[in-house]
């Protein structure tokens, strides 16, 4: 399809295009790279883990302080996302901001080779988790503000796939150079790597459109629709009203979130994201011991922590294919009803391999599902001038649930509460979870006229304006 001019003048209608026109090469293209860039954050988020043994004995750090690092970059991520989001949305620009979160992670892993104390490396990865943090949830904005309308939560759940893909690659890597050098030449060759893709994608990827325009910086909104769509003789682009965003350009974009019209939207996607995130991480974490407590043996609990990850891979891809075919709420109900069946069913069956197994992977699938599903939520129902905001904070608070879960659940197991009693309580976190999500789409249809939302899936099938 080709660019939508406006009749009377070489005006660019971008929020139509996007809207209504089809995937080209040139967008195609960033897309791609805006995936790369998010299997980059999941392999750099997974290396240390590979080479923690061998570093701890190379620097003489026991291997229990190893919890104090990981937790470190966890809580880099945190503050990255909620610092740097709102910057992204009001002052520097997605992208910017988005290419120096890569780039600091990338010299920070180039930087954990060469570090010699416990302080050094609790330094250097905050910083690399502040990198992360920051950057993950603006490549995905920036993925759904690309993205035809039509192909737009597809493409957001891929996106999300990726992130494991990334974990999958720094394994592969690790093998690679398992053998042919120390450790630290892991470290070296993914931060540059890191480094290389950021420095490509900057010359390729554009600026978020509905930011320069709002920030009335016409001239570098024509270059990112050129990089978009290919060049054509246009002096001006056009965005929706409603798209961007209809507060003020000057308020700052928290403010908006916490403003009459959006706090209560906001505040319920924060406690699903902070449900599901707990949830997810409980059992990423507690799988295998809490199933040794139940009498399992080491390989087959370690079995089915295998299970968790391949249910996680294949429910958030298998999201992509539902979501794009069917009312986005149900599929996201009837998820959290069968997480919350399993998580019961577990809770039964925790001395039969088979069933744990099963019901595993069932558990990762529908909530790596919901999870995606919120994010696509989240990028649909606020404007585009707050949407990298919206996500950082969301996905930040969501990460204080993945931190306190695996805490919490180790002060249960010290007060010697039987597993059973933990994955029942875990059912009980989904189902806060899903009755979030039923006030969620309440608030929205209920909202007068949907003015408030004005991207969100409600909308465009009131109007008509629904993904075909």
Known sequence: MEPAMTSASTAFDYSGRIREGGLVARQALVLVMLGLLVIFDGMDNQLLGLIAHDMGRDLDIPISSFGMIFSSAFFGAITGALLLSPLADHHLGRKRVAMLGMVLAGACTIATAYAETLVQLLSIRFLTGFGLGAALPILISLASEF?????????VSLMLAFVPLGSALASILAKLVAGHGPWSLLLVIAGISTLVLTA???????????FLVRRRDHARAISSVHRLFGPSRIDAVLVDEDRAGGDRPDKQPLAQLLSARFRKLTALF??????????????????????????????????AAAMFGLGGAIGTVGQAWLASRFDIYRVMYVEILVSIAAMLALSMVVHEPDMVDAMTFIIAATMCAFHTGLTNLVLETFPEAV????????????RFGAAGAPLLIGFLIALK??????FIGASFLGVIAGAALI??????VRSAELQSFPNHPERRVKYGDARR
């Open 439 to 444: 006030i969620v789409q309440l608030a929205v």
């Open 270 to 303: 924060w406690i699903a994201f902070l449900i599901d995130s707990a949830v997810l991480h409980l059992f990423l974490s507690w799988t295998p011991t809490l199933l040794i407590k139940s009498g399992l043996s080491s390989v087959e609990a370690v079995n």
């Open 147 to 155: 993205s035809p309308l039509r192909h737009s939560r597809l493409i």
């Open 387 to 398: 949407k990298a905001t919206a996500l950082g904070w969301a996905i930040g608070v969501g």
């Open 417 to 422: 509460w039987h597993p059973s009693l933990l």
């Open 200 to 210: 490509g994608a900057a010359l390729l990827i554009p600026e978020s459109v509905t």
